[in-house]
């Protein structure tokens, strides 16, 4: 008989699935007998020895046996059953608040009792409420657990015993089917000790005496046998990613020596080196009439944007459209002044396109990207939204990519799909340009971004003074408003940055607006901006306007000037609270100042008292203006969910792998992965359905 493998097997075929289970177990995303093996226990209780009642330990879960020397309802709040139980050791009270008068009965003083449950501090010293229990027949005391008892994930509507019960099922499966393990042996790896087979049967039932310390790490070698084979999978997905764009062809930009001469020609600086070295990768990329995917990291002010505006000088000699998608509006606003100045003398037509553009303005927007009149648009996310079409787009760049998750990152490339039939031979995917400015630490972008070639502009353009960092308590905030006073009277500016925990536009905006009033009155003779997100655009890209052309001396904002916001003169930042920012956020405001060539300034005000942990970063930024080391320290401090933001976390979700704990093993993985993708094919889909399941993300690109 052919056994049918384990992934074909439905988990209705298994003891006491019914429709009604089955449709449970599928909305978890538990089809299968595989997805069932899978499912990995989340951490372990101890029910294979009987712990000494003196012994306990208050918020441990124990097994202890004794005899009841007391039994008695207690009215206190609420009515309760109260039973203490002794053993050689000591004592310990079970608590019941609900109770029947058979229970009640069979809780006499005198009763053997074996119990499980958490331990707690409670009103009479360490108590249990509602363990489990048992009564003890002396002569034949019931057998304890043979393994340690998992804990899955909670699974609405099913009990943990039922899925203890459907792993254990599934586990007996693998005596008479195999589980393929599809990362073969022969890649002979350190990491590769456990077969998936035992790995899986001792994650699911530990013998006793498995670390259980290790196990609650997460470090025991048979998870850490799965966490390498499930980052493998991420990492094939990824990879699968880029093949599949990468079927798909591209139009070939060819280099246009002139035009490319001519927009150098008219910028007020040379590029740097590395700025010439990753606008050469990226030229030879887009040359080529396969996709390019390309990430480019560069410190806040090494200057992406110029390289960014090459390429799509490139693109529009070759005839075709360049997109920029900036995260925000006022970014969006900024390259658009940049665009315009260094591309308009060149007679290149500029399209512009932002979420609150509405009626007729988006109309002849739309028109003009449609007809290939517009040859770059600058804009939000909203130029890859419903009703946007464009020409011919052959080179989309999305700039400060930690903002948008993978899922965007998709959504765009679908976009640029969408080209027509004047394009005809010329490919069917536009060429893709991502820019980060939160460095990636290298391990993390290596699993985040397997999909992308990294380019890094690792220099800065000359002149920079680095930023002087200082941490002030805020009780001496008369002291910084005297030094921004100072500062703005002989010609500088400054910007002085709001901060709240809740990310509320509202409270954000309420807050700013109390502070530049506050400001205003003790500086009366500066003149104070403010800006936040609850500006209409208009009113943003003129307080912006006014701060770049000096008329504004100091401006108040949130952290809506995060990212890209650029004006020179501007050498002083003061950051409120600087305690609630993560390292990367803070890195990022700081970068705002030290454009120039004057000494530029940063002061850190915290209110006391900051956490140890707060300190430590606080710390950090007052010793480095490294992005990169500050992007290692933060993945230490927070994790990488914080370090690729927000949404790429959700993008990013394992079953037992973790990015920061696991990164030890990244190239290796990345290794595995390319050994499979060669001598494996066969198995890399299967690897990936398996760990990923059939999610639409990977299945089209
Ligand atoms: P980021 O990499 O943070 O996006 P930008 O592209 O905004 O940096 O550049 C920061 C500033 O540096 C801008 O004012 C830009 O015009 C300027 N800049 C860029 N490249 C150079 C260079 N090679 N020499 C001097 N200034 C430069
Ligand atoms: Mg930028």
């Known amino acids: 008989m052919a056994a049918s493998a384990l992934h074909e097997i439905g988990v209705d075929k298994l003891r006491g699935v019914g429709p009604q289970l089955a449709g449970k177990l599928q909305k978890l995303g538990l089809h299968s007998v595989q997805d069932l093996l899978f499912h990995l226990p989340l951490r372990y209780i101890d029910r294979t020895k009987i712990t000494a009642i003196g012994g306990i330990q208050p918020l441990t879960e124990v097994v202890i046996e004794g005899e009841i020397k007391a039994s008695d309802v207690v009215f206190g709040r609420r009515r309760s059953l109260v039973c203490r139980i002794q053993d050689h050791s000591g004592t310990i009270t079970l608590r019941f608040f609900h109770f029947n008068q058979a229970q009640q009965q069979s809780l ?338 290596m699993s985040a971004y397997a999909d992308l070639d990294c380019s890094v502009i690792d220099e800065l353009p000359p002149g920079r003074t680095p930023v002087e960092t200082v941490v002030l308590n805020n009780l001496r905030r008369n002291d910084v408003i005297e030094r921004v006073r100072a500062s703005c009277t002989i010609g500088r500016q400054a910007y002085w940055v709001c901060t709240l925990i809740e990310e509320s536009d509202v409270l954000e905006a309420q807050a700013a607006e109390a502070t530049a009033q506050e400001l205003q009155l003790m500086l009366s003779e500066l003149s104070i901006g403010l800006i936040h997100g609850r500006l209409k655009p208009k009113e943003k890209v003129q307080i912006m306007q006014a701060f770049k052309d000096g008329e504004i001396n100091l401006l108040v904002a949130t952290t809506v000037i995060e990212v890209g916001v650029d004006v020179p003169n501007a050498s002083l930042m003061i950051i409120e609270n600087s305690e609630r920012l993560g390292l990367s956020q803070l890195h990022q405001l700081r970068g705002r100042v030290g454009r120039g060539s004057e000494n530029s300034h940063c002061v850190l005000l915290y209110q006391p008292p900051i956490s140890g942990n707060s300190a430590a970063r606080l710390k950090i930024m007052r010793e480095t203006n490294d992005g990169f080391k500050i992007a290692e320290k933060d993945l230490e401090i927070r994790g990488p969910g914080e370090v690729l933001g927000t949404r790429q976390t959700g993008d990013m979700q394992f079953h037992i792998a973790d990015l920061q704990r696991d990164s030890h093993m990244l190239p290796e993985v990345k290794t595995i992965a390319l050994t499979l993708l060669q001598q494996y094919p066969e198995n890399v889909d299967l690897l990936i359905a398996r760990w990923l399941g059939h999610s639409e993300q990977y299945g089209q690109a």
């Open 108 to 445: 006499q003083a005198g009763t053997q009792l074996r119990c499980f449950g958490e331990v707690r501090r409670g009103k009479a010293g360490l108590e249990m409420y509602h363990p489990e229990y048992q009564h003890l027949n002396q002569a034949k005391p019931p057998a304890l657990a043979e393994t340690l008892t998992p804990i899955y994930p909670a699974t609405e509507g099913v009990t943990q015993q039922r899925i203890r019960d459907l792993c254990g099922q599934a586990l007996q499966r693998l005596d008479t089917h195999r589980l393929e393990d599809l990362l073969y042996a022969d890649l002979d790896s350190p990491r590769l000790t456990y077969s998936l087979v035992d790995a899986l049967r001792l994650l699911h039932n530990p013998p006793p005496g498995t670390a259980l310390n290790l196990l609650a790490e997460g470090e025991h070698p048979a998870q850490q046998r799965l966490a390498a084979e499930e980052l493998v999978a991420h990492h094939l997905s990824l990879l699968r990613l880029r093949q599949k764009i990468q079927q798909q062809g591209a139009p070939a930009l060819a280099p246009n020596e002139a035009a490319s001469q001519r927009f150098l020609e008219q910028l007020p600086f040379t590029l740097t080196s590395a700025q010439q070295r990753v606008a050469t990768e990226i030229s030879a990329d887009i040359s080529q009439s396969l996709p390019m995917l390309r990430l480019v990291q560069g410190d806040v002010g090494s200057g992406k944007t110029v390289v960014a505006a090459l390429a799509a000088v490139q693109a529009i000699a070759s005839g075709m459209q360049a997109a920029l998608m900036a995260p925000t509006e006022i970014l969006a606003e900024q390259h658009r002044v940049n665009f315009e100045t260094w591309l308009k003398p060149l007679g290149i037509r500029i399209a512009w396109l932002t979420g609150k553009l509405k009626g007729k303005g988006r109309e002849v927007q739309l028109a003009a990207i449609a007809d290939g009149s517009a040859q770059i648009i600058i804009g939000t996310h909203a130029l890859f939204q419903e009703g946007v079409e464009f020409h011919n787009l052959g080179l989309t760049i999305i700039d400060e990519q930690h903002r948008f998750g993978v899922h965007q990152r998709l959504a765009l490339r679908k976009k640029g799909a969408n080209l027509d039939a004047d394009t005809e031979g010329l490919g069917s995917t536009p060429h893709q340009l991502i820019m980060t400015a939160t460095p990636i630490p290298r391990t993390l972008a």
